[in-house]
């Protein structure tokens, strides 16, 4: 079971329900100056951050879930034994989760087929130095995933609907990565 991450989520809920009227209200003339910018953004809990967010023409969720998965899974004992830990809190959303050791940070993926997006986040308002440095090895690698699946040349012949994932832009990885090299 999720015992653990059940804890760590109920932990982080309870701490993020106590926002302070005050700088609800010193963000807000920031949040009217940014009309471009996607308004579900705004819907996040405190200590939670928007790292990569990856338009889509097409999504299968629920074959890109496991694919994810597994490679979440592979990578639990990276750097060290027992360092991450790889879960799926629903079979009802397209969520995957991986929890850092220290429990100061943890990596969310989205996989939003009605919104046509893909979304990693960071969620841990004080992550650690440790964590911050394995987030991006973490990060790096759920891009490639993507782009694999997106652009796996070595069967030419998958037709586009059959592929777990078309981005849009077809670049759309690519300007994800360069976002996250310099944001």
């Not at 987030?135 to 490639?144: A, C, K, M, R, T």
């Amino acid at each position: 079971g999720g015992d653990f991450l059940d804890g760590f989520k109920n932990f982080w809920n309870s701490n993020n329900n106590n926002d302070n009227e005050d700088d609800k209200n010193k963000r807000q003339p920031q949040d009217k100056n940014d009309e471009d910018d996607d308004h579900d953004d705004d819907d996040l809990p405190a200590g939670t951050t928007v790292l990569v967010k990856i338009p889509v023409k097409q999504l299968k969720p629920g074959g890109l879930r496991l694919f994810l998965m597994f490679y979440l899974m592979g990578m639990q004992n990276t750097p060290d034994p027992k360092s991450w830990r790889a879960d799926q809190p629903s079979s009802d959303e397209y969520v995957l989760e991986m929890l850092y050791h220290d429990q100061t940070g943890m990596i969310q993926i989205e996989l939003l087929e009605e919104k046509g997006e893909i979304r990693v986040l960071r969620c841990g308002s004080m992550p650690s130095t440790q964590y911050l440095m394995q987030e991006s090895i973490i990060v790096d690698g759920i891009l490639d995933e993507l782009h694999q699946c997106a652009f796996d040349d070595s069967e030419p012949d998958i037709k586009d609907e059959h592929r777990l994932l078309i981005p849009d832009p077809t670049n759309a990885i690519d300007t994800a990565r360069e976002t996250l090299a310099f944001g």
